[in-house]
């Protein structure tokens, strides 16, 4: 094993990483050579009064990490396609390496509207309640539905089952309930190398509140 890839919160399917998580990984790396990528993007999206936890609290994981960040997903303009990755010296400099000629250079126009933006924090420090409020709100409107759901712990997406709708592949049930409802989710399959179909399919809530309360009427119905 070369490198462990994490992601806390994860995307699609709003799991939190725990303390004793990160114990277990530092207990399972030391005395290796292996490298950690950290994807830690939804960081400050994060829910029922638990701790966003980083391998940067963790120094023996953080001397072997890449851990990467998104402004974009922090300030609700994913579309800028802005982020960050720190790492210790070493690493960085072969990280330098490949990523000058994947990426040639970043926009600096951007770089300094955040820059801008970080000097209010209450925007960061408030993500949390902005969208556990949002998921309680359309776990709220489909409840009663056949969808059945286990409330995401972070991120800005929710998992839903539909084994009490239909037997369907999802990436067919996907497609119907979009053009047959006007609802679009992601088929969890999509996130698997194999493919493999749980019947569980991927939403979004970072929507506007009529938006949330339009789709949850018309998932009701199904």
Known sequence: TKMIIINTPHNPTGMVMTA???????????????????????????????????????????????????????????????????????????????HQFIVFSANTPFQYAFADMMKESSHYLNLRDFYEEKRNQFLKLITGSKFKAKPASGSYFQMLSYKGVSNEKDSDFAIRLTKEIGVASIPTSAFYHHAVDRKMLRFCFAKSDETLERAAERLMRV
């Open 20 to 98: 004793q998580d990160m114990k277990q990984l530092q207990k399972l790396t030391q005395n290796t050579d292996i490298i950690i990528l950290s994807d830690e993007v939804y960081e400050h999206i994060i829910f029922d009064g638990a701790d966003h936890q980083s391998v940067m609290r963790y120094p023996k994981l953080a001397e072997r990490s890449f851990v990467v960040f998104s402004f974009g997903k922090t300030y609700h303009n994913t579309g800028w396609k802005m982020g960050y990755c720190l790492a210790p010296e070493e690493l960085m400099r072969e990280l330098r390496k490949a």
